[in-house]
């Protein structure tokens, strides 16, 4: 009896936790193929699958929504964000790490608060200083606050793996004639690659996605996010639902495959240092 109520629970769970996962990814396939259909079949019933599939959403969502420009736009901030944190929050981190100095433990301590820090309610502090030194609607605008509040994350993530790589490591190395240099690049840095893989998804979700500074900071056509693009897609009275769908669609599919590409070190990076044997 026990063997076959552990059985009945455990398919029990697996049921359960397939509508869970089915629930999580049935809107992502409807936005798929509700994007390849027209206006009409989508009035009439938005849940049936296209009558005949086309891509004329997506070629309106590129040439009248623009959606190549904010394309490239969100890619070149995004790039750029991740970059920046993840070499800034590295270095950092490894001082902090590895050298012992006055005030360490306060300036640590400092970082770390800045993830408690609500960003968007500096949003307006932000835009007065961006304004009062020029630094309103260019192309590099966005990756200063980007970079700013990701990098508090980033120091905390390296800072505790690194704390993890056996010292030993770098002195064998230094025993070998390597340089400090080298010895940072070519060994510490390729051990955290957990911890990057994992600040290249969160910082490029989070720049990729992020709407409110891109709003205020950014007034030129030619220099707006996707996020700020979809809004495009709205009128004051109605709305082109297929074509946003695909726009949609075209935001999302960098997500996923960045997620994909990077999944396999999410855990192993976000749980670096938790234990220590």
Wanted: hydrophobic share 55%.
């Amino acid at each position: 009896m026990t063997k076959t109520a552990n059985r009945i629970s455990q398919i029990a769970i697996n049921v359960f936790l397939f509508a869970v996962s089915l629930s999580c990814i049935f809107p992502l396939i409807w936005m798929l193929y509700s994007s390849l259909k027209t206006s009409q079949e989508f009035d009439l019933n938005i849940m049936s699958l296209p009558s005949k599939p086309q891509f004329q959403n997506y070629i309106d969502a590129f040439e009248i929504g623009k959606m190549g420009t904010y394309f490239w736009n969100s890619a070149f901030v995004s790039l750029f964000t991740v970059i920046f944190t993840i070499l800034f929050g590295f270095f950092t981190a490894y001082i902090l790490a590895r050298f012992k100095f006055p005030f360490r433990n306060v300036i640590y301590f400092m970082f770390l608060t800045g993830m408690l820090i609500p960003v968007h309610g500096l949003l307006i502090p932000i835009f007065v200083e961006f304004k009062a030194l020029g630094l309103l609607d260019k192309r590099i605008t966005l990756i200063f606050p980007y970079v700013a509040f990701n990098l508090s994350m980033a120091i905390f993530l390296f800072e505790n793996f690194i704390k993890t790589v056996p010292i030993d490591v770098e002195e064998a190395a230094c025993i070998d004639g390597s340089s400090s240099t080298n010895t940072v690049f070519r060994i510490v840095l390729p051990l955290c690659m957990p911890v990057i893989s994992t600040s290249i998804i969160l910082f490029f979700l989070g720049a990729w996605n992020e709407f409110p500074f891109a709003l205020v900071l950014i007034k030129s056509a030619e220099l707006r996010t996707l996020p700020i693009g979809l809004t495009n897609f709205n009128g004051q009275y109605t709305a082109n639902y297929t074509q946003m769908l695909a726009a949609m669609v075209i935001v999302v599919l960098p997500v996923v495959v960045v997620y994909l590409a990077f999944a396999k070190k999410v855990m192993q990076g976000m749980t670096a240092g938790a234990v220590k044997g």
